[in-house]
Structures are given as C-alpha cells and as structure tokens.
C-alpha cells in the first residue's frame, strides 16, 4: 500500500494512492490516520487533482551519517564500519513536501548538496526496540532529500546548522509499505543528470541495527523518519536545478531548487 498525504485546497488528509498506470493514479481518502487501524472512505480524487504533501509531520528527523563505504571514502572519512553510527538530528521544521522548493541560504552558505536516502517511517511510539523487532514498529519506506550545506558542515563540528535549514528535508512522495528494504536501487538526479546510483544492500548498518540503536537513546513517536545515509556521488546544488531522488518500489521524490526570500 501507498500511503499518501494531500491536499484538494481545504486541510490535509491522508489517503491510500490507487492505480498501477504512473500517468493515472488516484488517492482515496481515509478516515483519521494511518498511524492506527484506519478505514476507507468513498471519496477519491485524481493525483492530478490533488497536492501531494510531505508524507508524514515528524516530531523529529534521525539521520545517520556515513552509512555507505564509498560515500565515506568520497568525503575522506575513516572506515565508517569500524566506528559507532553517527546520529544527528533534522528538525521538523526542514521537511517539506514534493514539488515543494528547497530554499537556497544565499549569503549562508555557498557550497549546498543533495544525499538521497531512503526513509523509514515509525508507526508507533516505541524505545529499546531490538533489531529482531524493528520490523513491527516501522509503518514503510519513503525518499527523502537529505540536503546540506557542506561547507557549513566541513567548518562546524556539530551538523545541526548545516543539515537544519528550513527545507532541507524533502520527504515524499508517499510511504509505501510493503516493501522490503534489503536491496533496493537509489539513484539521484539533477536536472535528469544521474548523479547518485546505489543500493540499499550496500549500508554498512542495516536499517534494523540502525532503528535499534537510536531506538537505545530516544523514544520514537508515530510518524518520526530515520534517514538511513547516503550512497556515494553527493555534490552541488545551484539555483534553478531541479533534484529528484528514485528508490525501487516506492517512487520519486523530486524538488527544484530556489534562492531563499
Ligand atoms: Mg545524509
């Protein structure tokens, strides 16, 4: 199932997306939130007909940083399996949805780069969750645009500014959730330029050694996102581009790039 979140003009809701023909979809309300059992209703509306919202309002973003060796190796970093995960926050308050714009910080930072990544949606609250268990806090799996300002990372030793600006999280275009994240194909592109092209089977922490872990520090609310790091090739964004992040079985997240107001 694709579980979408939209809007017609008046409010927010989620529905369930409808259709296999990519040209003809359509979303069918359900009633309250997918967080819980939930029921369909008649109403149903064209995509077309619809905006697509971010998928989900976390409370909090989790992310994981070099979780693909060869994205580790690019960025100069040390042997990232021997060293503990590390986890950094993106507030709530960076995601946005697709075909929503990503705010260039001009005067800020001059160095901003997309990270495609895949992302796993939790469907209940839940600490302390082994890894063997992880499977049954997780709603499904969504792409999300893990963007940074490097050079703001690269002269700040903690990543909260760098990866924390309004709109740095694109998240989208729906959570799909039978989907078995093991090794699934991630690309990226710009401006239909193949940028970013792996696959999950490549993370050094599988997603549940990795939903574990953060589980072992902070309870998870329904509808928190972990971003579960991203493959090599990362690198600029400039005005104008048009990004888009494309994980097997779930779809395209895709977002254009404008200078900030
Ligand atoms: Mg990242």
Redesign the pocket.
Known sequence: VRIARFTTGDGASFGVVEGEDEADLSIRRLEGHPFAPFQLTDDVVALADARLLAPVLPSKVV???RNYAEHAKEMGNADPTTEPPIVFIKPSTSVVGPGDAVQYPVGISEEVSY?G?LAVVIVRLCREVPPSRVRDVVLGFTCAN?V?ARDLQRSESQWGRA?GFDTFCPLGPWVSTDVDPADLAITTTVNGELKQAGRTSQMVRSIDELVSHISMAMTLLPGDVI?T??PAGVGPLAVGDQVSVTIEQVGTLTNRVVARG
């Open positions: 992310a994981v940083g990270e990544e893990d940074t990866k971003l790091g991203t």
